[in-house]
Structure formats: C-alpha cells, structure tokens
C-alpha cells in the first residue's frame, strides 16, 4: 500500500518544484498514447496525490493524519495492517479504521465500499477513531463522495464536521477551505442530486450553521422558494419573516397549489 508521497515517488520533506516534477514524469507515462486507456485509473491517483501535495494546506493536513496513524498503528503492529483489519469486518472499531486507512493509501474506492457496507451515514465512526482521527477521515470521505457524485452524503458529513470544528477547532486555518467546499457544493451541485423535500432539509441545515449575516440572507432566499414552490406557503412567510433580520430578502412570488 502506497502513501501520496510514495506514489510519486519524492520523500515527505519534497519542496513543491520536486513534486511538480515528479507528478509531471509519471503523468507522461501513464498518458493514454503511451499506458492506453487502462492506466486511467491509475492517472486519477496521481492527480489526487499532486493537487493535494501541491496546495500547503492540503499537504499539511494529509501530513498531520498520515504521520499519526503511521505512528499509532502501523508502526505498533509491525505487519500487514490492512489485511488484520479487513479480516475483522464484524468489529466496527476495525471497519473504522479501515476507512481511514484506504483513504491515506489512495484506495478511495475501497474506502467508501467499506463505509457504504457500514450503513453510510448510519455508522458513527465518531465512535471509533479518535476524534482527530474521525474529522480527518470525515473530510477525506467527503471529498471522494463529492467526485462520486454522492452530494447528500458529503454534504450530510460536511455539516458534522462544521458544527464539531465550532464546538472545539481542530482544522483551524483549514476551516476556511472546508466551509467554502460545503457552500459551493450547495450552490452549484446539490440540488440536482436530492429530491425536493431532501433539498429543504439541506438548506435548513445549512441555515442552522453560524454563517455570515449576507450568507445566511442567500440561504434564506434559497430555502424560502423552495418552500413555495413546494406548495408550504406558511413555512415560506415565516423564512421571510425571519430572515429579515439577516438584510433585505428578495420579494417571491408566490406559486399556486398544486391540483
């Protein structure tokens, strides 16, 4: 099992012009006219590994969580680790863990078919890792669910994370990055993915976080809408209503029952 780092092949202190000539080494040979299309795969997982070890912030929180389970559990055990966990499927300590492994060795694949044999969003891995361990993982998840196209779930694991990093940081300069991930997949991906009643639920939830006044005036547009063309003309006014203490909301007209 590889790490980011092993994968292309650079050393843990690498600046950054050495990884850019690495990753661009490797993406030559695994280009399509050379590798064929079967290496695609394998493609993804060397951009992963680069735009991650490329941007600081990304690097130092993938160093962070790589450098603690290394040490709390790989170097302890002294063996093959991910074989000892996946033999362990009816222990969800074990299942948890697992996740958390494959998500550092770029096999996210792995990674989300384990979560998904878990119960998904039912599993509390919260109470399996470690809490540094869980939030690394959680945001690690969410950001192969999103490439998946799992949107709801990322979202759903995105808004745990958020209320959890209020309630004691933990990402702290990195907390920006993550907010700005949740509200631009809101913005531009999520509501084409969910039902009507599951985007309500969504913007309600988004809403309930401690967003910048101007942002939680758009959310409050957003969720107000949906509202009225969902016919919950009541529910609507009262979004109206409260959000006037966020600014001045948009006039929306109201839609006709549906028959």
Request: aromatic share 12%; glycine share 4%.
């Amino acid at each position: 099992m590889t790490n980011y780092y092993q994968l292309l092949e650079v050393s843990e202190h690498a600046p950054a012009r050495e990884i850019k000539k690495a990753f661009r080494e490797k993406a030559k040979r695994l280009h399509p006219d050379i590798a064929g299309e079967g290496a695609a795969a394998e493609m993804r997982k060397l951009l992963s590994a680069y735009e991650i070890l490329i941007d600081g912030n990304r690097r130092f929180e993938y160093d962070r969580a790589l450098s603690r389970f290394v040490n709390k559990y790989i170097k302890k055990q002294g063996f093959d680790y991910r074989s000892f966990l996946r033999e362990r499927k009816d222990d969800p300590e074990s299942c948890a863990k697992l996740i958390f492994f494959e998500l550092l060795h770029l096999e996210e694949d792995a990674a989300i078919a384990a979560w998904q044999e878990q119960g998904g969003l039912g599993f509390p891995m919260e109470k399996y890792l470690d809490r540094e361990d869980w939030m690394d993982c959680t945001f690690l998840l969410a950001e192969e669910l999103t490439k998946k196209n799992y949107f709801y779930e990322a979202f759903v694991l995105l808004v745990k994370l958020v209320r959890e990093e209020r309630r004691l940081p933990y990402f702290r300069h990195f907390m920006a990055d993550i907010e700005i991930y949740l509200k631009e997949m809101v913005r531009l991906r999520l509501k084409s993915y969910v039902d009507e009643e599951t985007w309500i639920d969504c913007l309600e939830r988004i809403m309930a976080l401690d967003f910048p006044a101007p942002e939680k005036l758009r959310w409050s547009h957003s969720l107000a809408r949906a509202l009225y063309e969902a016919g919950e003309y009541s529910r609507a006014e009262q979004v109206v209503q409260n959000s006037k203490r966020y600014g001045k909301i948009k006039p929306i007209k109201m839609l006709k029952a549906r028959v």
